[in-house]
């Protein structure tokens, strides 16, 4: 028995019972929502089941599920989970769970197909945290993008149809090229040794000229980066943000920009050492740039989505810094910095979508005082963003540390202009504090209700885990190296040859 | 019986499809576009005649028959459309006219 | 047992924060005073015990490590507690003061519908500044760092409908960022070279002379940065006079006694670092000297009550500094303690006098109070005089006077063969001190002489009057327990701090006394000459711009004196930092909005460039694909030319 590939099934199952039941009558008003609820309860006690389970077999991967898929080309529907996948699982699930509890309830029209793609996305994006078959990361690199577009154009902001267009061509054309890298490498590798595979450990293996690794690792790395998102590849982030529903929000930033940071160490660092060797100053300028531009575009906004949008580029430069710093310290910095990330700006959405249904508006000069009104909420939203601006003792710090001590030793100028980003960093969280929860407060005439004590202890979790996080990352640390792609498990051997 | 040679005979057949041609290009005409169109169909099938003739076989004249039927064919849906056309109120055989989808 | 007590010191007070974020607004008023007071008092108490503990014990220090934060292959660093005597006293400081002052906003903020917020943020305060204070690790003091930060931040806010308070406390979170990420910076290098953030390690590493010259001189000159911005010392002086918009106790416990004193400590705790880069030594006292005369000028010049303080308050921190510089740090760390007494006395009182006189702030507004509160009067007395340092009667003489006495002795290295005698330093530290008597004796006249230009009410309440108290009591004779040698042979704080090394005991001549105890009376009297007759000489108005008036017949011997106040009050008015980094944030903002404006051209034109060209493109396109038979005929024909041709060429 294995819970892998009920953990990419389960929440697909949800979303085709939501689809059929959602013509019945008796289900319309919330059962879309609680077919949901439940499938993630059940996705959650399956992950749980998968991390105390004892592994059957020696090595660091700790859990393997292979059975063949189209046989004449060696795909294979082939799922392994190290520590990276399920730290990375842990997040989705926990942060998706939250998501549907404090976001998606009120959602009255085609309650069921939003239900129903998200629980899609949600499935895909568990799918490519623990493919190991290139065809099947592919495929679920796709499921995870298709729901999403469908979401932003369905349930979207004022520029919905834009916002969704833009991100559809962003990811889908680099997507691509993945595609080709990936067939590529398949073909090299048949050529080389005249076995058709998909295999993530035996791809792993093949030789290949410095030329054409650097192009394979960059047809994997512009994909990835796309979704991170890296500077230059960027524009697709603060307007699909923006214009997103809460709940897709939080999933798009809280989950889907990880899926590019994992991929980066997956599958750049993992496939191609070498050329990511070659590579890594490039990358780690960029990551620099990511860094700064994100961090001053987001001074510079008076939309509380964009502007946390900004600020998401921003950290995700750490994790581009840290992965691209190629070395054990700034890999954990990376992961704690994917965590991290993921919890305070999944929390600060939650926040902002939940300012925006109050108040019709997301403008940073017209909204103030909310303390006045809502004060739970805005010290929730004050603990968000003091942990966005990374202040010790909270999780970003833990990852900002570890990435800036890793790139120090490669080049302390980097370091040095990166902790610059650490300055903006307050600088734009203290304008969204100062013109959101503080500031005199403006004259409302409608009443505003605060959060209630169910959802406090929601975002409380949240908060607890930024902090432990923040104050006791290190079993996470050693916990979540990825595994090595040359030491597969023992039962893929024989599935290899 | 005067013999033609090959030359000759592939020198009108130029000279008819280049008559063809200017005829479609030229005259907006519907009915004289499709006579046109059948005297650039009689071009090709000249040559096919003379070739058949020089290296003496009979596909030549097979290929021959062929197009004349096909001509014969394309004559006959060309004129139907015309006269479809002509029922459904169109007072002009203007070919420039038809370039939009509207009836 | 220590050890439980050591971490309880910490846990209560932020237990306490949490409590009473978690209640908002659901307590009554007595029991969150009766929360927070509780809890630093018994943190106060713990620390009291354990003051007695570790004076009774022979190990000279108590380490707890609580756990591993963060390990890797070649660096590793652990959240844990180190109390020596050093942190001792600062603990003592921290919890004692802070109860006092905690005591005394019970009753100061009472009835303010943000108590529970209030009182959250300052134990949480006392809470970070422990954990500073405490933690065995540079990594683990940066949370305590940067968590007082953040608590000066909500407490400057702490009225935040007023957009100028806001402003103000934004502006002192993100000067002081600038210098922690520098301090970052610095703790990154000593991290990759030293492989540990443990102090004890460090400082055993730098003995052992493990860490090149140039990675030390480096870590140690963005350690001090950081610890300017903390300290408000020369270029960023700005925020701290700024962050007196924060309630008055907040003033009092932060933004005088405690928190910004938080960058000495940090330069005691790793004075080993600092006495092996001496260029970095000079910096510091270069930078203390000049920022204690400045900032004296500019306190000369305040009219707000608060301002005054704040600006006396980065002028201290200088000598600090100073002291720092010719690495005595004991020296600069008895003045921290004899300043924590005064200024948190001053600024209580101030606070006292603010509420009974309306929130007046203006000290041209005010004027004989003394005889509507004569208590408080004393109590203000006492701070000033300690501030002045009036020589024998008052703890600030004996602590500024072991300050001057040793930057006399002391020389400053600069290069290998140029070493910068401490005379001058000396002179404008005297300089320093003569102006710091003159502008809190102005202040004095003003306030509580003269004529009664106010309508004041009320009460002083017990709550606050009893701190009050105690703080002029320690004010007056904290400083006892040192003394120069020419009075008599009592040095008990510096064989407290550290009985290892005793102060060198320094033969200075008895004139250096009388000179140093006879400034600040000297100081006293020409204020007294301006504002402390019946006409006074100087009218001054609160228009800041504006040079003060003379009254008309000037008295020859006033006339003679008025440039020792036109001059540095002509420095205060034409703050030179302060319009350098005006000067500075206004270039930033150019550039700002120019890159921005530059940005917006650029992606614009890109983008609608390649919008136009395929939207002609498409177009052309259209225009191809027109319907004509005669012209896709003609197209053929054209293409089948062009392609026999081709054929028929190659």
């Not at chain 1, 954990?332 to 305070?344: K, T």
């Not at chain 3, 009835?111 to 006392?126: H, I, N, S, Y």
């Not at chain 3, 540079?138 to 930060?149: A, D």
């Not at chain 3, 319009?579 to 550039?591: A, E, H, Q, W, Y």
Request: hydrophobic fraction near 55%; aromatic fraction near 10%.
């Amino acid at each position: 028995m294995n819970a892998l590939p009920a953990l990419v099934c389960v929440p697909l199952a949800g979303a085709s019972i939501i689809w059929l039941t959602d013509r019945l009558p008796a289900t319309r008003r919330s059962g879309p929502w609680a077919i949901t609820l439940m499938t993630l309860t059940l996705e959650l006690l399956l992950l749980l089941w998968a991390s105390f389970q004892g592994t059957s077999h020696q090595g660091p991967w700790l859990n393997h599920f292979s059975i063949p898929w189209v046989p004449p080309l060696g795909i294979v529907f082939r799922l392994d989970m190290d520590g990276l996948s399920l730290s990375m699982l842990w997040l989705t699930i926990l942060l998706s769970l939250a998501c549907v509890l404090l976001t998606t309830r009120h959602i009255r029209d085609s309650s069921g197909t939003f239900h129903a793609l998200l629980l899609a996305t949600i499935s895909g994006t568990v799918g490519t945290f623990l493919a190991t078959d290139l065809f099947l990361f592919f495929f679920f690199w796709e499921l995870m993008l298709v729901p999403v577009f469908f979401l932003l154009c369905g349930w979207g902001h004022e520029n919905r149809y834009r916002a969704a267009i833009k991100f559809f061509l962003f990811t889908q054309g680099s997507g691509l090229l993945m595609l080709l890298s990936i067939l590529g490498l398949v073909i090299i590798n048949f050529q080389e040794t005249g076995i058709l595979t998909f295999d993530y450990f035996v791809l792993a293996n093949t030789p290949l000229s410095p030329l054409l690794s650097m192009l394979l690792m960059l047809g994997f790395f512009i994909p990835f980066a796309v979704k991170l998102p890296v500077v230059p590849v960027h524009v697709w982030l603060p307007d699909t943000h923006t214009q997103a529903p809460t709940a897709g929000s939080v999933i798009l930033a809280g989950i889907l920009l990880k899926t590019g940071g994992y991929g980066m160490i997956r599958f750049n660092l993992m496939l191609f050492p070498e050329a990511v060797e070659r590579f890594a100053p490039y990358a780690t300028l960029l990551g620099l740039i990511g860094i700064l531009y994100g961090a001053w575009l987001a001074c510079a906004q008076s939309d509380i989505k964009r502007l946390i949008a900004y600020s998401s580029i921003s950290h995700l430069g750490f994790v581009m810094l840290g992965i691209f710093s190629v070395s054990p310290v700034g890999l954990q910095g990376a992961i704690i910095q994917m965590l991290a990330h993921g919890l305070s700006t999944g929390g600060l959405f939650i926040i902002a979508g939940a300012i925006q249904d109050r108040l019709h508006t997301r403008d940073i000069v017209t909204i103030g005082g909310l303390w006045e009104s809502m004060p739970r909420l805005s010290s929730v939203g004050l603990f968000f963003a003091i942990a966005s601006l990374g202040i010790p003792g909270l999780g970003n710090f833990a990852g900002e540390f570890l990435v800036l001590f890793a790139t120090w030793s490669v080049s302390p100028f980097i370091a040095i202009l990166a902790t610059g980003g650490l300055i903006l960093a307050s600088v734009y969280s203290l304008k969204l504090v100062n013109g959101v929860f503080l500031a005199p407060s403006s004259s409302r005439a409608e009443p505003v209700s605060d959060f209630h004590a169910g959802q406090m202890s929601i975002l409380g979790i949240l908060m607890t885990l930024l902090v432990i996080l923040g104050l006791y990352p290190q079993p996470i640390m050693t916990f979540s190296l990825p595994s090595p792609a040359t030491i597969t498990t023992s039962n893929s051997g024989k599935n290899a040859s | 019986m005067t013999v033609f040679s090959l030359n000759e005979t592939l020198l009108l057949a130029v000279l008819l499809f280049v008559v063809g041609l200017a005829g479609i290009l030229v005259r907006r005409n519907l009915l004289f576009m499709l006579m046109s169109l059948d005297i650039m169909l009689n071009a090709a099938a000249l040559v096919f005649v003379a070739a058949g003739a020089k290296w003496h076989d009979a596909s030549g004249q097979v290929m021959f028959l062929m197009i004349l039927a096909l001509a014969a064919v394309e004559t006959a849906v060309g004129l139907a459309v015309i006269l479809r056309l002509h029922a459904s109120g169109r007072p002009t055989l203007d070919a420039d006219s038809g370039n939009l989808l509207r009836g | 047992m220590a050890e439980i007590l050591l971490s309880l010191v910490v846990v209560i007070p932020l237990a306490a924060s949490v409590i009473l974020f978690l209640s908002a607004g659901r307590l009554s008023g007595f029991l969150i005073g009766a929360i927070a007071c509780g809890a630093i008092s018994l943190s106060a108490i713990f620390s009291a015990i354990l003051a007695g503990l570790l004076h009774s014990q022979l190990s000279p220090s108590l380490h707890v490590f609580f756990w591993e934060w963060m390990r890797t292959a070649d660096f590793s660093t652990g959240i844990g507690f180190t109390l020596d005597p050093l942190s001792l006293v600062m603990i003592l400081i921290v919890t004692w003061v802070g109860l006092l002052i905690h005591l005394y906003a019970t009753r100061y903020m009472a009835g303010d519908p943000g108590l529970a917020r209030f009182f959250g943020c300052m134990t949480l305060f006392v809470a970070s500044m422990l954990l500073l204070v405490l933690s065995s690790d540079l990594l683990c003091m940066f949370i305590g760092w940067e968590g007082v930060g953040l608590c000066s931040y909500l407490l400057i806010g702490f009225w935040y409908t007023e957009p100028a308070n806001l402003a103000a406390a934004r502006k002192a979170f993100i000067i002081t960022r600038v210098g922690d990420a520098a301090m970052l910076c610095g703790l990154l290098l000593l991290a990759t070279e030293a492989s540990s953030l443990q102090v004890d390690t460090l400082l055993q590493t730098v003995t052992a002379a493990k860490i090149s010259q140039s990675a030390l001189t480096f870590s140690t000159l963005l350690i001090l940065v950081g610890t300017l911005a903390k300290s408000a010392q020369l270029p960023f002086q700005s925020w701290l006079p700024d962050a007196m918009a924060g309630p008055t106790p907040t003033s009092a416990l932060i933004h005088a006694a405690t928190m910004v004193t938080a960058g000495i400590y940090l330069i005691a705790r790793l004075h080993v670092l600092f006495t092996a880069t001496p260029l970095v030594l000079t910096i510091m006292a270069v930078v203390g000297t000049l920022t204690l005369f400045l900032a004296a000028c500019n306190a000369l010049v305040q009219s707000d009550l608060k301002r005054i303080l704040a600006w006396s308050t980065v002028s201290q921190l200088g000598y600090m500094f100073l002291a720092l510089g010719t690495g005595l740090w004991q020296v600069a760390l008895f003045h921290l303690m004899t300043h924590a007494f005064f200024k948190a006395l001053l600024f209580l009182c101030a606070g006292a006098i603010i509420t009974r006189v309306h929130h007046e702030q203006d000290i041209f507004r005010m004027g004989g109070l003394f005889r509507t509160m004569p208590g408080i009067a004393l109590a203000f007395l006492a701070g000033a005089t300690s501030l002045a340092g009036f020589p024998l009667l008052t703890a600030g003489f004996y602590s500024k006077e072991l300050i001057l006495s040793s930057v006399w002795n002391a020389s400053f290295f600069l290069a290998p063969d140029l070493i910068l005698s401490g005379h001058v330093f000396w002179v404008v530290a005297l300089a320093g001190a003569f102006l710091t008597s003159l502008y809190i004796s102005r202040c004095f006249l003003l306030v509580f002489m003269g004529k009664a230009k106010t309508h004041e009410s009320g009460q002083t309440p017990l709550l606050m009057a009893i701190p009050l108290g105690c703080l002029s009591f320690l004010a007056l004779f904290g400083g006892m327990m040192e003394m120069p040698d020419a009075l008599a042979h009592v040095h008990l704080f510096t064989e407290m701090v550290d009985p290892a090394h005793a102060l060198p005991s320094a033969d200075e001549p008895l004139w250096l006394l009388l000179v140093g105890g006879g400034i600040p009376v000297l100081g006293a009297l020409l204020a007294w000459i301006f504002w402390g007759q019946r006409n006074p000489v100087l009218h001054e108005t609160s228009d800041e711009p504006a040079p003060p008036q003379t009254s008309q017949p000037v008295p020859i011997l006033a006339a003679c004196l008025l440039p020792l106040f036109r001059i540095p009050s002509w420095l205060g008015r034409y703050d030179f930092p302060a319009r350098l980094s005006k000067g500075v944030s206004i270039l930033i903002n150019g550039m700002n909005t120019f890159a921005l404006q530059f940005r917006a051209c650029i992606f614009m034109n890109v983008s609608h460039q390649t919008l136009m060209t395929l939207r002609q493109g498409n177009l052309l396109m259209a225009y191809t694909q027109n319907g004509r038979v005669r012209w896709y005929a003609a197209w053929i024909a054209g293409g089948l030319c062009a392609s026999l041709a081709l054929a028929g060429l190659t």
